[in-house]
């Protein structure tokens, strides 16, 4: 190659890399992706808000701190922050809350079942709810036994359904569901159904046609394709990312999965910390939240891994959490139903402490108005009480301070009729239970009725087609299934007494039960003072320190501190002089040498109220000392040894000790102090000796 070739041949290939090197500096990079959604933090500390709802039935729109809800049940997040709720009871409406807390009525008026525009529409015990990628809103309307929508414009239409209680595929408007609870819409406009008390999963397509996608004709617990699965009791749906339906199968204690290929799993199955499955919520990453009839929230992650966030101490347990909803960063929202509010649920911050949440329902609400009546006839007339609230019971393993009592126990003949002592509303999709056993019992609203034959006479027939029955191959009585949002007048009969012979009636939310003598029942009186029978201190090994010979106990003025423990019982009016009960107040003084109240003491401390059901299992051990319940095989005498240093009171639960040591040493005297809830101040041994050594 000549050299002016060659030069001319290296002038190309520059020219050539110019032209390239140009092209790609003037070719605009490829912009970077935006990052995706952060994965969901698992196991993190829940940091409680209250976002709306005072704690008192009713239904009040406006700000969210003073809103009342009937029975706040399923929830729905839009796209703008909006949270829809379900409400039930005696409200019957779809609420809206505003991120700021507001509170308003979307649609609803009144009980029954009526279309058209929203205020003027009617619902029958609306569960869960759903949004489709319109905004338009479907209500799983249980009353009614059908599906409604509440579109963009505000107009209420049924969409499947003829409003009777039986189970029937085919066209919408001849298609018929059994209290159906659960509802989800997927991005095509399939409208998913729980049919709750068919045991099935049904869907509503987009040309109006309703199938069955699971179950059978009996609730079971199979997993297998469509038809051949069995579910019992499906409450809520949620799908998740991959077009999986997920299923809140209630009594199974189980999640289960749809998949959209028609075949039925088992996603988290019995065994697990759950306890009847209320709700379910999906993050974009495949995280499950779930609430319980427990009152917990846990995550289930997609590595089957159960982390409890809310139910088990430290962290509060809710009264009956049937809705969850998550936001764009996470937020968790829950509707606590059996407590009248709804919660907005965020992760503490790092070395943040939670603030004071208001959980349960308000301290002071008002009771069911009962009108003065037993649950037994005559129901204006006296009858024997047998148990109160917060008396220690025993099991049948031994244990003699296994469980603090509950309720209000009422004498009874076996087969006698159980009657209800006020109107009320089926609210609970689990009111039944312990069908044959001795705590068989029914929920009605806040109140529950135990011991009995559930919805049967004497002779175990049903009293009426509002308590369904459900038995198996061989005839015997497996369940009496009350769909939510049955209605009972009071007065009218629950069941019939059974071995037990007495009625427990409980009263509130679960968790934090009343205290039913407030009710006011006719012609109960209680003019008995109770009594003390014994002062006396336990050491740091819970073993009781003995009298000296000059007739005082010797206390150490340091160390860890002692309990002290004051045995009493009570009376009421026209009882069995054995029968003894529990008191409703306990507490203590220190005084000097003379009997004068020292400072701080001017007043007895009643650390031991039974008010309000404390929700720890540990309470029992808390508020009562070794030797408590009946402690002896066969007897028929309950002891009743208060721990007073510690608190059992107002739902709380806390460990104390009389700790001396700011006192000088010498010679004091702890009174004792107990009163029933008529305020009668108890007579006997009130008072101890003690010396406070050097």
Known sequence: ?????????????????????????????????????????????????????????????????????????????????????????????????????????????????????AQQAQFNTPSSIALDVAGNVFVADTGNHVIRRIDI????????????????????????????????????????????WNDRIRVIEPDGQVRTLAGGDAPGNVDGAGVGA?????????????????????????????????????????????????????????VVYISDFDGKVVQLTAQGHVLA????????????????????????????????????????????????????????????????????APQLGWHEVVGTLGEVRGNFSGESRHHL???????????????????????????????????????????????????????????????????????????????????????????????????????????????????????????FAPRITEVALLDDREQPIKTGPNGRVEVPRQGPGVQIVVEAWDQVDNNLPRRRLGAYQVGYQILDAVGTPLAGYEQPRFNIVFNRMPRENSATVVAYAPDSGITVHGSAVTRFRYLVTNIVRDGLVETGRWQPDALPAGDYIIRASARDYSGNEAVGVRELKVTLLP
């Open 405 to 527: 009592h509950d309720g209000f126990d009422i004498r009874g003949d076996v087969g006698q009729t159980v009657l209800a002592i006020a109107d009320g509303k089926v609210s609970s999709p689990f009111s039944s239970w312990s069908v044959g056993g001795q705590g068989e019992g029914f929920s009605l609203d806040r109140l529950r009725y135990i011991h009995m034959k559930v919805g049967r006479d004497a002779r175990d027939r049903p009293l009426d087609a509002r308590w369904p029955q459900l038995r198996d191959l061989d005839g015997k009585l497996e369940r009496v299934r009350v769909r939510r949002g049955t209605r009972f007048q009071a007065g009218e009969p629950l069941g019939s007494i059974n071995r037990m012979a007495h009625v427990h009636l409980s009263v509130g939310a679960s968790g934090f039960q009343r205290n039913a003598v407030a009710l006011g029942f006719v012609d109960y009186a209680d003019s």
């Open 1 to 117: 190659m000549t050299r002016a070739r060659w030069t001319m041949a290296v002038l190309v290939a520059v020219m050539v890399a110019a032209a390239l090197a140009w092209t790609f500096l003037r070719t605009p990079a490829e912009p970077t992706p935006p990052p995706g959604p952060a994965a969901t933090v698992l196991g993190w500390t829940p940091d409680i808000a209250l976002l709306a709802g005072d704690g008192v039935g009713g239904m009040r729109d406006g700000a969210g701190a003073q809103a009342r809800f009937a029975d706040p049940y399923g929830l729905a997040l839009d796209a703008q922050g909006v949270l829809y709720v379900a409400d039930g009871g005696d409200n019957n409406r779809i609420r809206r809350v505003y991120p700021d807390g507001r509170v308003d009525t979307l649609a609803g008026q009144g009980e029954g079942w009526r279309d058209g525009p």
């Open 230 to 286: 069995r579910l019992d009791t499906p409450v809520a749906l949620a799908l998740d990312g991959h077009g999986n339906l997920l299923v809140a199968d209630m009594l199974n204690n189980a999640v289960r999965r749809l998949a959209p290929d028609g075949t039925v799993d088992t996603l988290l199955a019995d065994g697990s910390l759950l306890n009847g499955p209320m709700a379910l919520a999906v993050t974009h990453d495949n």
């Open 153 to 196: 414009d505000g107009n209420v239409t049924t969409i499947a359904g003829d409003g009777t209680a039986g189970y029937l595929d085919g066209p919408a408007a001849q298609a018929r569901f059994d209290g159906p609870m659960g509802v989800a819409v997927d991005a095509v406009g399939r409208v998913y159904v729980a049919d709750t």
């Open 309 to 376: 966030l809310g139910g088990m101490a430290p962290q509060p347990r809710f009264s009956r959490p049937a809705g969850l909803a998550l936001d764009a960063d996470g937020g968790l929202y829950l509707s606590d139903a059996a407590s009248y509010r709804v919660h907005r649920v965020r992760a503490l911050a790092a070395g943040a402490t939670p603030a004071p949440s208001l959980i349960g329902p308000a301290a002071d609400a008002p009771l069911p108005d009962t009108g003065g009546r037993w649950p037994l």
